[in-house]
């Protein structure tokens, strides 16, 4: 048995949180230390490349977390899903009232948004 499966699902929330707190991504995003700034910037940039996203397009991130990344696309429309409650708030603050945001688990992401609903989904850190 791993650890992940040692958990409740509300245990696992829990810990989830305490994670999102102790390990902050903004902690990493906004780094100033030259290697973790540089690795950063690397990993998304490669990451952004890869989706390709277009200005008609419908993104989703599943583990938005802070909407680090989101926060960087510009398209139509963008929307995120994620367990912390202390993520989404930051990435509330950070994206605005356009952007749907709602708290539920990764994989239950099709009881908050259809299937086909967007033409770019994404999951990066989780």
């Known amino acids: 048995m791993n650890d992940a499966q040692q958990y409740s699902k509300e245990a696992f929330k829990e810990w989830n949180e305490r994670m999102a707190k102790e390990y902050d ?5 906004e780094s100033q230390s030259g290697i973790v700034a540089w690795v950063e910037r690397m ?3 490669r990451l952004l490349k ?3 996203v ?8 599943v583990g938005v977390g802070a909407a680090n ?5 510009k398209a139509k ?10 993520l989404l708030e930051k990435a509330r603050k950070r994206m605005g009232p356009d952007t749907k945001l709602v708290e539920g688990d990764a994989e239950r992401t ?7 609903s967007y033409d770019k989904v994404f999951c990066s850190e989780v």
């Open 110 to 116: 099709t009881d908050f948004f259809a299937p086909g």
């Open 77 to 86: 429309e963008l929307a995120g899903i994620d367990l912390s409650p202390f």
């Open 25 to 29: 991504p903004d902690t990493y995003h």
């Open 50 to 52: 890869l989706l390709d």
């Open 69 to 73: 990344i989101l926060a960087k696309i």
């Open 54 to 61: 277009q200005p008609q397009d419908r993104v989703l991130e």
């Open 43 to 45: 990993r998304v940039k």
